[in-house]
Structures are given as structure tokens and as C-alpha cells.
């Protein structure tokens, strides 16, 4: 009986100091995590930002195609508009009108549910290593206020209802660029893997860059130049996107897991287990 005991002692110690040994200790194994080209594992989350950004500029460039093909905008490439009833070549303009805007509504929602999913992974994933929470939680409720603006853009079209499609613009872009600054700034200062200028280097660019054409695109609408704010807003967009990809530089190396319980109507609070112990020692005493 006292060597049962001491073996299952054993076997318990073991068990504690395996919880206890540091996860980046192990080698990643299972059905999350793929060879990459350096030869180490990659998680299968990486495919995410990815899968957003892929999608989302093909879908929009369909929008872009059909439209063009319908007469219903100027091509990007034509030098100059001239007065006639074709469009400038906007995103909102070439989603505006059946079939397009079918397409159109249909990327616009996908983009605003996976950009949502990406910015609740990246608040899980940067909340352990954040010392003020702050600046962590400003970045989550900036991409999904952008999330949000979103969907207005996709399912109101611009002549169906120009006042919320614009405010869904100013959440979209307003609050999109603001994301991208916070999480240029959390790249650099967390640092995951020491991958922080890797990855926080072209983040700072891109947001720049995102910065500049707001800034260019409003001046040249101002201008009435419309060719060349619909190019500016092109290019503005696809920056966006280039910006979410990036974030699988981090995912790369991290699982995230879905943990469902069953609800026991016998279970105990923490304070009340402390309770129970008090008593039983008193008992015992």
C-alpha cells in the first residue's frame, strides 16, 4: 500500500510540473499547427488575416469588373472624366447598382465579420503581455467601430440612403486608421517574439501611407478632381488590406481554442470553498 502511494504521489509531481513547464518550451503538435518554409510549426490561424485580405480585394475588384462592364463607371485607367453618363470609378459608386451592388454587399459583410474575428484574437492575444491595458482596448473597439462601418457601407447603398452610407465611411476609414496607428504602436512595444521591427516597421508605412491618401482623398473630392480620388481611394483600401494580412506574422505562432463546460448546479463559488475549508479546520481543531 505505501508503494501504491508513493508511485501515485510520483505520478501526480509529474503531472504538476508538466502544467508548470513553459508552453514555448514545447514542440508545437496537432491539428493547429502546419511545416512552414523554416522548418518550424505555423499555426493554421495565420490563414485568417490572410483569407481577409485575399478575399476581400478579389471580391472588390469583381464589384470593380462588373460595374465597368455594366457602363456604370469610368474605367481607373482612362486619363480624365469627361462630361457623359458614366461615373467616377468610387467603390461605393461601382456597388451601387444590382448586380454589383449584390456582390458588393455580400464581400462587405464577410470582410466586416472576419476583420471582427481578427480584432478579438489580437485583443486575446496581446492582453497577457500588455502592462496598461489601455491602449490594448482602444485598438479592439477602434476595428470593431471600423467592423461596424462595415456593414453600413455593404447593405446601404449610395443612393438608397447617402447619410448612413457616409457614416459608415467615416467609421470604416476614421476609425480603420486609427486602428492601424494603435496597433503599429503595440507591434513595436510588445515585441511577440522578437518580431516587433519585422513586423511594426511596414505597420508604421502602410499606416502612413493609409494617412496620406484620407488626407489626399478629401482634398482632391474637394477639388472635384475625381479621378484621381477614386485612384487615391483604391489605393487606400488595398493598404487596409495589406495591413490586416500582416497579422499573421503573429498568429503564426500562437493556438487559439474554443473551452465548453457543462453547468453543474452543485458547484461552488471560490468564496464559498474557502468557507467550507474554514469550517472543517475549525472542526478538525
Known amino acids: 500500500m505505501a508503494k501504491g502511494a508513493r508511485e501515485k504521489k510520483a505520478t501526480h509531481q509529474d503531472q504538476e510540473a508538466a502544467m508548470m513547464a513553459p508552453k514555448d518550451d514545447r514542440v508545437p503538435s496537432g491539428p493547429q499547427w502546419l511545416p512552414c518554409m523554416d522548418g518550424k510549426k505555423c499555426s493554421v490561424w495565420m490563414f485568417l488575416p490572410l483569407v481577409l485580405t485575399l478575399f476581400t480585394s478579389a471580391g472588390l475588384w469583381i464589384v470593380y469588373f462588373i460595374a465597368v462592364e455594366d457602363n456604370k463607371?469610368?474605367?481607373?485607367n482612362v486619363a480624365?472624366?469627361?462630361?457623359?453618363?458614366?461615373?467616377?470609378p468610387y467603390i461605393s459608386i461601382a456597388g451601387d447598382v444590382p448586380p454589383a451592388s449584390c456582390v458588393f454587399s455580400q464581400v462587405m459583410n464577410m470582410a466586416a465579420f472576419l476583420a471582427l474575428v481578427i480584432a478579438v484574437l489580437r485583443f486575446i492575444q496581446l492582453k497577457p503581455k500588455v502592462l496598461n491595458p489601455w491602449l490594448n482596448v482602444s485598438g479592439l473597439v477602434a476595428l470593431c467601430l471600423a467592423s461596424f462601418g462595415m456593414t453600413l457601407l455593404g447593405n446601404f447603398q449610395l443612393t438608397n440612403d447617402e447619410e448612413i452610407h457616409n457614416v459608415g465611411t467615416s467609421l470604416t476609414f476614421g476609425f480603420g486608421t486609427l486602428a492601424c496607428w494603435i496597433q503599429s504602436a503595440l507591434t513595436l512595444k510588445i515585441n511577440l517574439k522578437n518580431e516587433g521591427r519585422k513586423a511594426g516597421i511596414p505597420r508604421v508605412v502602410l499606416s502612413a501611407a493609409i494617412t496620406l491618401c484620407v488626407v489626399l482623398y478629401f482634398i482632391l473630392m474637394a477639388q472635384k478632381l475625381h479621378m484621381h480620388a477614386a485612384r487615391i481611394q483604391w489605393g487606400m483600401v488595398m493598404c487596409f488590406l495589406c495591413y490586416f494580412g500582416s497579422f499573421a506574422v503573429e498568429f503564426r505562432h500562437y493556438r487559439f481554442e474554443i473551452i465548453c463546460s457543462e453547468y453543474q448546479e452543485n458547484f461552488l463559488s471560490f468564496s464559498e470553498s474557502l468557507s467550507e475549508a474554514s469550517e472543517y479546520q475549525t472542526d478538525q481543531v
Do not use: A, V
Open 73 to 76: 463607371i469610368i474605367p481607373l
Open 80 to 88: 480624365d472624366s469627361k462630361p457623359g453618363p458614366l461615373k467616377p
